[in-house]
């Protein structure tokens, strides 16, 4: 049972290029998250989408940034024109759809190894 | 979502129980506590996560007390490979579903 897989696992761009990050949630997940970490922080929320929508963004800068989960296919997160301070790890996350469990409602949330870009 | 504190960072001999506690006294009925890690530079993993009751699984006992204000997660007989940021999260399952971060608690497994 493969779990959440990301590509490329590390990415160098240049300022001003495109960095382009795939996020394969694990099978049976239909719902995806996007987060950031900058050096020595914790994690921040970008955005969350399930298949062909996308559900919240509030974390997610306005401009440059955007994010998909089509119908097939995995989820891309695009950063364009790259600047400096997008130099980050980049989470994706994905969950089943709201399942009752024991505990009630739980949807938890399962991490892929994660996206080093680096912008010289 | 409500926040959580931690210790900045503790220490734990090999072979004995981690005891890790978060403080969580703003919590709602709705909200879950989570519990992650985070080996260095690898993506986080799922530990733990309760509502009221406490809670156990292969990797790890969760105690939340009765008016759940905290809890401490327990690593039964901590290793090396231990080592890691553990991240305690209040988590509400409803439609706002977003992982708060904070800086977590830094566990150092000592041999």
């Known amino acids: 049972n493969a779990g959440v897989m990301q590509n490329p696992r590390h990415l160098v761009r240049r300022r001003g290029q495109e960095a382009r990050l795939r996020c394969s949630p694990m099978?049976?997940?239909?719902?995806v998250y996007w987060y950031r970490q900058l050096p020595e922080e914790g994690l921040k929320f970008m955005v969350y989408l399930q298949k062909e929508n996308i559900i919240d963004e509030s974390g997610m800068p306005k401009e440059r940034f955007s994010a998909e989960f089509p119908k097939e296919g995995p989820s891309i997160l695009r950063i364009q024109q790259v600047v400096r301070g997008d130099s980050a790890a980049y989470f994706c996350a994905s969950s089943p759809a709201r399942l009752a469990g024991r505990q009630g409602l739980v949807e938890t949330q399962y991490f892929g190894p994660g996206t080093r870009l680096l912008v010289l | 979502d409500a926040k959580t504190t931690q210790p900045t960072s503790m220490d734990c001999a090999e072979g004995r129980a981690a005891n890790l506690p978060c403080n969580h006294s703003?919590?709602?009925?709705?909200?879950?506590v989570y519990w992650y890690r985070q080996i260095h530079s690898q993506g986080p993993q799922y530990i733990i996560h309760g509502l009221k009751n406490n809670e156990t699984n292969e990797m790890a006992s969760l105690i939340i007390t009765e008016d759940r204000k905290s809890s401490t997660l327990i690593l039964p007989h901590a290793t090396l490979r231990d080592t890691a940021v553990y991240y305690c999260i209040a988590f509400n399952a409803g439609n706002n579903r977003k992982l708060i971060w904070g800086l977590g608690t830094s566990l150092g497994v000592n041999p």
């Open positions: 099978k049976g997940h239909s719902h």
């Open positions: 703003t919590i709602s009925g709705n909200e879950y």
